[in-house]
């Protein structure tokens, strides 16, 4: 296919256009999709590339690897921007051209397991924001620390994103039925029950105290001029206070996500039901939590695994052995 910058760029816009009509993605994933598009044209027209197709596109991912040298998972996330971008001009466009011969398998992502907070650690975070609380210099920051430690609970009581805490309105609690309606990824909704009395209670002193604020919008949880706190104002409320709790320093608000997970886990709690629970599309990424679900593999082995019912004479002399 003849490579044209200008005609690319038409393609890109009715392409980003179609996402956000028929798949009803965030503006942040649509944003991600436009910015790994943008890079590859711009990386072709100053290339002076005349044709796009498998040996310009392998080009382009070669570069990546070797002279940007970006990690496997950035480069597995533009291929797929990429890939669905190619089919989308295929199938609208009517190129019918082959751009690809290689598949994601190509960038194989290192496995990185959820990293987590200790009980202890949860506990002194959650203690150390109702400190603050207790004892705020004045009624106004008082205010402010009952909204952070609701902000801190919900974040944890029902592991939820942060942009999904942020996009928390008034209207999506339920206070009779202890509920939330979540708005996950792809504008898909969950209903989550609330289990702790106590998270309840302080959320619904906090809808009391709200509307002291010169309210600005819908938003459940906002800032001091009223208008709806965003994900990185949480995410500075959230470093603030792990400061403050002395916790682990790399600590981000996802850790209390991972925590809930695997708690859940530990717990007993079925893995279907925990995905539906965190709002994955696959089991295949609630899954990893089983990989640190410490306690439930030591029950697991204890009690089935085949070893602990054989007992040998020798078994006893054990000592001898060591």
């Known amino acids: 296919m003849k490579y044209i910058y200008e005609q690319q760029k ?30 590859l044209l711009t990386w072709l027209d ?24 970006l990690s496997p998972r950035s480069i597995r996330r533009k291929y797929v921007s990429i890939k669905q971008f190619f089919y989308y001009i295929n199938t609208e466009k009517g190129i019918n051209e082959i751009f690809m011969k290689f598949s994601s398998r190509k960038f194989q992502l290192p496995k990185s397991l959820p990293r987590t907070l200790s009980k202890a650690e949860i506990n002194q975070l959650i203690s ?12 106004f920051y008082r205010r402010l620390y009952l909204r952070d430690m609701c902000i801190i609970e919900v974040l944890f009581c029902l592991g939820l994103r942060i942009g999904e805490v942020a996009a928390l309105n008034i209207g999506d ?19 989550l029950f609330i289990s702790s009395i106590a998270v309840n209670q302080k959320l619904q002193k906090w ?21 709806r706190l965003s994900i990185y104002s949480i995410e500075n409320l959230f470093y603030k206070y792990r400061e403050l709790a002395h916790i ?12 809930f997970a695997t708690q859940l886990l530990n717990n007993g709690a079925d893995i279907r039901a925990v995905q539906e629970i965190l709002g994955h599309s696959s089991i295949v990424t ?37």
């Open 10 to 39: 038409t393609y890109l816009t009715d392409f980003i256009n179609s996402l956000s009509l028929e798949r009803n993605l965030s503006e942040k994933t649509l944003y991600a999709y436009k910015s790994d598009l943008v890079c």
């Open 46 to 69: 100053e290339n002076r590339y005349d044709s796009l197709n498998t040996q310009s596109i392998s080009d382009y991912f070669l570069y990546l690897q070797k002279d940007k040298k």
């Open 128 to 139: 150390t924001v109702s400190r603050e609380y207790w004892s705020a210099p004045s009624d």
């Open 173 to 191: 609690y339920d206070s009779v039925e202890a509920s939330f309606l979540i708005h996950g990824k792809g504008n898909k909704e969950r209903l």
């Open 207 to 227: 809808i009391r105290t709200r509307k002291e604020f010169n309210i600005q919008d819908d938003a459940l949880f906002v800032n001091k001029y009223g208008k």
């Open 248 to 259: 682990n320093s790399n600590a981000t608000p996802h850790y209390l996500r991972h925590s």
């Open 286 to 322: 609630t899954q990893i939590y089983t990989e640190v679900s410490l306690k439930r593999k030591r029950e697991v082995l204890l009690n089935c695994n085949g070893r602990n019912f054989i007992n040998l004479p020798e078994d006893s002399m054990v000592d001898e052995w060591l």
